[in-house]
């Protein structure tokens, strides 16, 4: 499974395909707080980020996945369950952090 994200894709957009890919809740941060749905992975990430597509299977570990997306994008994420009440393990499947 690819998810594409490019310097143009917004925070609602990557939310939107995870939620459709892995039925869980990414949580996208700007500092200590939720980044706006409207802005754009550009202006969050770090100034050397090309863009490009991130391979995610629903096998990936949930921490795997928060920490490419801060070294990669310098972006705090956090995954959630499918309604966002609970947050995921680090060493949990995406798969199974949809089903939390």
């Not at 992975?41 to 490009?52: E, S």
Request: net charge positive; glycine share 8%.
């Amino acid at each position: 499974m690819d998810i594409k994200v490019t310097k143009a894709t917004s925070v609602k957009s990557l939310k939107r395909q995870f939620k459709e890919e892995f039925d869980c809740s990414l949580m996208i941060y700007t500092g200590n707080r939720f980044a706006d749905d409207d802005r754009k992975i550009h202006d969050l990430a770090k100034d050397d980020y090309k863009g490009g597509d991130l391979h995610l299977g629903a096998r990936s570990r949930v921490g795997n996945v928060e920490d490419y997306f801060k070294k990669s994008f310098g972006i705090k994420v956090q995954i959630k369950n499918s309604d966002a009440s609970k947050l995921a393990d680090n060493k949990m499947t995406l798969t199974q952090a949809g089903k939390l």
